[in-house]
């Protein structure tokens, strides 16, 4: 990081806020982009994109997010690491508190998505590593030749499921209804492969190890109540998102489930405060929509910051 005074910054490394920071940049605002692991965002891990348009037949994610990257820095764009413990907001400044550090700016986009949720069974932590996993591409070259499990029916699960069966001898994927929300076209691919065998209306009541770490668990049956134990090496967990919004919860509104309250114009309730991606209310978690996002909520920034140099005229 340069100097510690900005026109912008922009919390978070995914699509949208690196769309923020080529859209900054190119309007000549002095921008930086801060995140806290590794530029790219939940892309990173994913394997094909096969919906961002441009690209028939596909691109790897994080094939895409260097292109993302290597194209707002071309602009000016700063990038640095860091983790935002607080903002304070003066009003015209605001005040970033980064691991310690302070950095000034005038305007804050936040873009700092979601992270997976938890099942919350007991055990499950201490398995993390050892046979419990919240990132299929991350970890799923671990299970060759035996039997892992994908937990949740959305889209996430869906492509973990198809993408570990390049490993596993076998696919287990656990829905607690009897209809997958995945889109159709993952539906379709699930229910004609023949590794993915569907526990449909189950759900996982405990899980099973040993100290080499887990040896299966125990589905439960939602309707009937039976339960029957699996023999696993792998569990993936793919039961949805929790936003990353902890550090501005006292600042701006938030949702019940903790998403930034902004609307299409990516303002929030603290003006000057803007939210892109999948960390704000959107309808559509995609990284389209988190691109579209990320260039408004630049353009809302130095819409805001021409205003406070006219009111300070
Ligand atoms: P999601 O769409 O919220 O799906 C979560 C799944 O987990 C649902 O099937 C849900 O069941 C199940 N679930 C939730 N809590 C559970 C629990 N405690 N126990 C068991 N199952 C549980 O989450 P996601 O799949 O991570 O996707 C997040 C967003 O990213 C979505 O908007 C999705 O469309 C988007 N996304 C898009 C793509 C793509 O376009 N290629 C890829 C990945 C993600 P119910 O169905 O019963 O609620």
Redesign the pocket.
Known sequence: MSDSTYDVIIIGGGPAGMTAGLYASRAMLKSLMLEKMIMGG?MMT?TK???WPGYPGGIEGPELMMKFQEHCVEFGLETGYGTVEKIIDNGASKTLIVDGKELTCKAVIVTTG?V??K??LEGEEALVGRGVSYCATCDGAFFRDVPIAV?????????EALFLTRFASKVIL????D?????KI?QERILKHEKIEIAWNS??DRLLSDNTGLTGAVLRDTQSGETREVELAGMFV????TPTTGFVADLVELTEDGYIQAGEDTHTSAPGIFAAG?CRTTV????STAVGDGAVAAIMAEKYIEELQHSDN
């Open positions: 939940q994913t994109v096969e919906n979601v997976p949720r099942l919350g937990i949740g029916g959305g889209d996430t699960a869906a492509e656990v829905h607690r209804r209809q997958l929300r995945a889109t993952l759900v996982v793919a039961v949805g998102v999948d559509l978690k995609q990284v």
